[in-house]
């Protein structure tokens, strides 16, 4: 206990932070007066409601869970309401995000509290500041709006914008996490369009007809939340792979390219002064570096990197080395294979690496091991294909045999192009161009099923990415088990599948998607707890019925249809 209160004060982020609130405190004690407020219950809770839901549904930064839109909900509070109960009600929304938000928090609840913390200091800083503005040149609240009132709410946006990218800037620098690069125009600027929504908010809340201000708030919900199911549909990565390793762009087949972004990645989040990428499937008295970077002086690190091993997805720990004390973290990647490379991050002589890390590191992994399994398969290839090359030259008396070598080569490498790594099923890129031929070359009969797995993000969640990757590939088994001889089967993304049909009738499609949906929900889910079954729901069209340009978005929203029907069910377009 005595070492955690020292750290508490001793660490330079708890320092920071603390600081921060006592700035902030003396802030509110200058501006406030003894005339202040309270909110009502009901706009105490819409208020929060409203905090919580643009901070969960809004624009997310990756790795570090910095999130947009706030500028709505926040000018609203301060065109309508006094400042004491806008800080009450933002303080509330404030504590209670990080611990609603995995992402945000890094899974650490360590994380979570210096967080809220810090956002709680952040924001009170910048919404009184924010009304100081507004209340110097507007009356206050605003009852309607012309050029001058429009000047000085961007002035105050200006200044609210100003204040927290200045302080978000502030947290990581002093948390030591290089996040200049991840600050693009984009982010920076994101917030100044929500500004004049929350303007048109509090007009409308100020009317005496109310259904207005109701119609605008549905609105706005329901934009949020497509918003929000949207950018987890299709989740952003900066390496260009697709989560939980689907197809990895042509262009990154390069394990040089990978590496740099990797490492150029690395500097950024993480304070170390050495990083290692080893090849886990080397014999014992070889070691081969995808990554060897070492500003340290300590020679005996690169041996001590390459012979560490670690059972663990990732581990933290230390070590003495040459008379100095080296903090690390190690990181497994693994694709269907298996482990297939381990990388090390080192701290000489420095604070310990904390939960925190961890969790950062496990999620930088999740992000870059698609990319890595495939440059690495592909550059192995590569070398095989240009060894093949040299022993034609050499040996012109097996020519026959090397060129059937080099077809058998490129085979293997299409088929890896327009393949899935997690479950063997062909890719979305395989997919798109067999729908281009099929749509050239039209069959008699088509059938396009789009098969979702139900409730799949609780798994991850719940259990980790690892348990989620083994219900993808069991549900990838199940399949290739059901399908007959002419359909054809597609990881389309995350947890979504497609089956092509041709040559049969819809009543035949219908029976065997029906079978599908009794094949999982009877499957022996071993791999989760007691108890828990997993099931798909089914969206699917035929043609002629329908044109074949259209049958994919039709059995989506077949899908979405079955979704909303309880899921569990087949439902044809």
């Known amino acids: 206990?005595?070492?955690?209160?020292?750290?508490?004060?001793?660490?330079?982020?708890?320092?920071?932070?603390?600081?921060?609130?006592?700035?902030?405190?003396?802030?509110?004690?200058?501006?406030?007066?003894?005339?202040?407020?309270?909110?009502?219950?009901?706009?105490?809770?819409?208020?929060?409601?409203?905090?919580?839901?643009?901070?969960?549904?809004?624009?997310?930064?990756?790795?570090?869970?910095?999130?947009?839109?706030?500028?709505?909900?926040?000018?609203?509070?301060?065109?309508?309401?006094?400042?004491?109960?806008?800080?009450?009600?933002?303080?509330?929304?404030?504590?209670?995000?990080?611990?609603?938000?995995?992402?945000?928090?890094?899974?650490?609840?360590?994380?979570?509290?210096?967080?809220?913390?810090?956002?709680?200091?952040?924001?009170?800083?910048?919404?009184?500041?924010?009304?100081?503005?507004?209340?110097?040149?507007?009356?206050?609240?605003?009852?309607?709006?012309?050029?001058?009132?429009?000047?000085?709410?961007?002035?105050?946006?200006v200044v609210m914008q100003v204040i927290n990218i200045g302080m978000i800037v502030l947290y990581f620098t002093v948390d030591k996490k290089k996040i200049s690069r991840l600050l693009t125009p984009a982010y920076l600027f994101a917030d100044f369009v929500f500004v004049p929504v929350g303007v048109l908010s509090a007009l409308l809340w100020q009317q005496?007809?109310?259904?207005?201000?109701?119609?605008?708030?549905?609105?706005?919900?329901?934009?949020?939340?497509?918003?929000?199911?949207?950018?987890?549909?299709?989740p952003s990565d900066d390496s260009g792979s697709l989560h939980q390793g689907t197809e990895f762009p042509v262009s990154y087949l390069n394990v040089e390219h990978v590496t740099t972004a990797i490492r150029s990645r690395c500097d950024q989040l993480f304070d170390c002064q050495a990083m290692f990428l080893v090849e886990t499937d080397q014999p014992a008295n070889e070691t081969h570096f995808y990554l060897k970077h070492n500003a340290t002086k300590l020679p005996d690190l690169e041996h001590f990197a390459a012979r560490f091993i670690t059972d663990h997805a990732v581990e933290r720990g230390s070590q003495m080395i040459q008379g100095h004390t080296v903090f690390f973290m190690v990181a497994r990647f693994s694709d269907h294979k298996g482990v297939f490379a381990q990388m090390m991050l080192v701290r000489i002589n420095q604070v310990p690496y904390t939960h925190g890390d961890l969790n950062l590191l496990r999620l930088f992994v999740q992000r870059y091991r698609a990319g890595l399994s495939y440059a690495i398969t592909f550059e192995k290839l590569s070398e095989y294909k240009d060894n093949l090359e040299e022993k034609v030259d050499a040996r012109t008396r097996q020519l026959q045999a090397v060129n059937k070598e080099k077809s058998r080569l490129v085979s293997k490498l299409k088929k890896i192009s327009n393949s899935d790594a997690l479950t063997g099923l062909y890719n979305r890129r395989y997919f798109d161009s067999l729908i281009r031929y099929h749509q050239k070359n039209q069959p008699e009969r088509l059938s396009l099923?789009?098969?979702?797995?139900?409730?799949?993000?609780?798994?991850?969640?719940?259990?980790?990415?690892?348990?989620?990757?083994?219900?993808?590939?069991?549900?990838?088994?199940?399949?290739?088990?059901?399908?007959?001889?002419?359909?054809?089967?597609?990881?389309?993304?995350?947890?979504?599948?497609?089956?092509?049909?041709?040559?049969?009738?819809p009543e035949q499609v219908a029976a065997k998607l029906d079978e599908l949906l009794l094949l999982v929900s009877e499957y022996e889910w071993s791999m989760l707890p007691e108890g828990h079954q997993m099931t798909v729901s089914i969206g699917w069209s035929h043609h002629p019925e329908h044109d074949l340009s259209g049958l994919f978005d039709l059995a989506d929203k077949a899908l979405y249809q079955a979704k909303t029907n309880g899921r569990n069910q087949v439902l044809k377009a």
């Not at 706009?43 to 930064?61: F, H």
């Not at 798994?459 to 219900?471: A, K, L, M, T, Y």
């Not at 088994?477 to 041709?502: P, Q």
């Open 449 to 505: 099923a789009v098969i979702d797995i139900d409730h799949f993000k609780t798994i991850n969640d719940s259990h980790g990415h690892d348990r989620g990757d083994e219900v993808l590939k069991n549900i990838a088994r199940i399949m290739r088990s059901w399908a007959c001889e002419d359909t054809v089967l597609v990881r389309y993304g995350g947890e979504e599948f497609a089956a092509v049909v041709i040559h049969h009738e």
């Open 208 to 234: 005496s007809d109310p259904t207005l201000f109701y119609l605008f708030g549905f609105f706005m919900v329901v934009l949020l939340l497509s918003f929000y199911a949207l950018n987890n549909r299709h």
């Open 1 to 157: 206990m005595s070492d955690q209160i020292r750290q508490l004060f001793t660490k330079p982020i708890h320092l920071y932070v603390m600081a921060m609130i006592l700035v902030a405190g003396l802030y509110m004690y200058g501006v406030l007066n003894a005339t202040a407020t309270w909110p009502g219950s009901l706009t105490w809770a819409l208020g929060v409601m409203a905090l919580l839901l643009v901070w969960q549904c809004g624009l997310k930064m990756p790795y570090l869970g910095m999130i947009s839109m706030e500028r709505l909900v926040q000018f609203h509070l301060l065109l309508t309401l006094p400042i004491s109960e806008i800080l009450l009600i933002t303080t509330v929304a404030t504590l209670i995000m990080p611990f609603i938000n995995k992402a945000y928090r890094m899974n650490s609840y360590r994380v979570a509290v210096l967080r809220a913390a810090n956002n709680l200091a952040m924001n009170a800083i910048m919404m009184l500041s924010g009304y100081l503005v507004l209340q110097a040149g507007l009356s206050l609240p605003l009852m309607d709006l012309n050029w001058e009132a429009v000047a000085i709410i961007a002035l105050a946006a």
